[in-house]
């Protein structure tokens, strides 16, 4: 019956309509709608977060975005595709988290298996309007009203999952984001305004932790880190940091344009990318480089 519970929500959940990402309303995150915004925009998530120097600034620094973004809590969780789920990050209170893993509720919880079945991102009224207009009673049913009763109870109204695939291809990874005591209405109405930049908060946080934080998010079996020798990246930080051509930072570093073009031929190859520009941006995003 649990199958079949699941593969309705699913089938509710499809017919509802899925609001357009839309471009966040704070100019510190957004100036303009254009792709070229966004990329510049992207490319700031993961220099921010890969300068973080330990696991507690970075978690810091993913609370203080989301805060600037009107979200006063939330929760980080990376499984792996044998269903380990390595320490995640959460906010949310420790009384009401206990009690969510001492009652089972996760086993039970449509809401999750959802977001962590690529259904795309979904709000939690959204299934609590369908378990509400259930016209039958399942365990699952039963179990996912008391979820609601919890959560209500620490002044949850609702929260905004946003599941993605983990970018090493092992599992998934799934942002959630709430406030409290604030009515379903408003919470929307905040998420909507901010779609985007909380997806791609959700792609920053993936990548750059699991690269620089390995032990907070990743399963023994899982691959780590991209092995790139100094030399390349010492160059191509230069290049992120300072307005040089490749000439004049092989000046700076006292190497020939030959050596030079082998070094970012290397980093390229490593990183999987086609231009410097390129190399750069995901050298940033594996937290490799600083690019201040």
Same mark, same amino acid.
């Given at each position: 019956m649990k199958n079949k519970t699941l593969s309705d929500v699913y089938s509710y959940c499809s017919g509802q309509q899925r609001g357009k990402h839309s471009v966040p309303s704070r100019e510190d995150f957004f100036g303009d709608a254009t792709s070229v915004s966004r990329s510049v925009f992207k490319i700031r998530f993961y220099k921010a977060l890969s300068i973080s120097r330990n696991f507690d600034e970075f978690s810091t620094k993913i609370k203080k975005i989301l805060e600037d973004l009107g979200f006063g809590e939330y929760a980080f969780t990376r499984t792996s595709v044998t269903g380990e789920i390595p320490r995640p990050i959460i906010t949310m209170p420790d009384a009401m988290n206990d009690i969510y893993f001492r009652e089972g509720f996760y086993e039970h919880d449509l809401t999750l298996q959802c977001a962590?079945?690529?259904?795309? !991102?979904?709000?939690?009224?959204?299934?609590?309007?369908? @378990?509400?207009?259930?016209?039958?009673?399942? $365990?699952?049913?039963?179990? #996912?009203?008391e979820i609601f009763k919890l959560l209500k109870s620490f002044g949850y109204?609702?929260?905004?999952?946003? !599941?993605?695939?983990?970018?090493?291809?092992?599992?998934? @990874?799934?942002?959630?984001?709430?406030?409290? $005591?604030?009515?379903?209405? #408003?919470?929307?109405?905040?998420?909507e305004n901010c779609k985007e930049t909380l997806h791609l908060l959700a792609e920053a946080i993936d990548y750059v932790g699991t690269r620089k934080f390995p032990n907070f998010f990743l399963c023994e079996s899982d691959n780590k880190d991209i092995i790139i020798t100094p030399k390349p990246l010492i160059l191509l930080n230069i290049l992120a940091q300072e307005d040089l051509t490749l000439r004049q930072t092989a000046n700076k570093l006292c190497i020939s344009i030959h050596t030079a073009d082998k070094h970012i031929s290397a980093v390229k190859k490593a990183l999987g990318a086609h231009t410097i520009h390129g190399a750069i941006y995901k050298a940033i995003k594996a937290g490799l480089i600083d690019g201040k």
């Amino acid at each position: 019956m649990k199958n079949k519970t699941l593969s309705d929500v699913y089938s509710y959940c499809s017919g509802q309509q899925r609001g357009k990402h839309s471009v966040p309303s704070r100019e510190d995150f957004f100036g303009d709608a254009t792709s070229v915004s966004r990329s510049v925009f992207k490319i700031r998530f993961y220099k921010a977060l890969s300068i973080s120097r330990n696991f507690d600034e970075f978690s810091t620094k993913i609370k203080k975005i989301l805060e600037d973004l009107g979200f006063g809590e939330y929760a980080f969780t990376r499984t792996s595709v044998t269903g380990e789920i390595p320490r995640p990050i959460i906010t949310m209170p420790d009384a009401m988290n206990d009690i969510y893993f001492r009652e089972g509720f996760y086993e039970h919880d449509l809401t999750l298996q959802c977001a962590m079945s690529d259904n795309g !991102p979904i709000f939690h009224s959204v299934i609590e309007e369908y @378990v509400n207009k259930a016209s039958f009673v399942t $365990d699952a049913i039963k179990q #996912n009203r008391e979820i609601f009763k919890l959560l209500k109870s620490f002044g949850y109204i609702d929260f905004y999952f946003i !599941p993605l695939g983990a970018h090493n291809g092992n599992g998934r @990874v799934l942002l959630s984001v709430a406030t409290r $005591d604030e009515s379903a209405v #408003n919470f929307r109405t905040r998420v909507e305004n901010c779609k985007e930049t909380l997806h791609l908060l959700a792609e920053a946080i993936d990548y750059v932790g699991t690269r620089k934080f390995p032990n907070f998010f990743l399963c023994e079996s899982d691959n780590k880190d991209i092995i790139i020798t100094p030399k390349p990246l010492i160059l191509l930080n230069i290049l992120a940091q300072e307005d040089l051509t490749l000439r004049q930072t092989a000046n700076k570093l006292c190497i020939s344009i030959h050596t030079a073009d082998k070094h970012i031929s290397a980093v390229k190859k490593a990183l999987g990318a086609h231009t410097i520009h390129g190399a750069i941006y995901k050298a940033i995003k594996a937290g490799l480089i600083d690019g201040k």
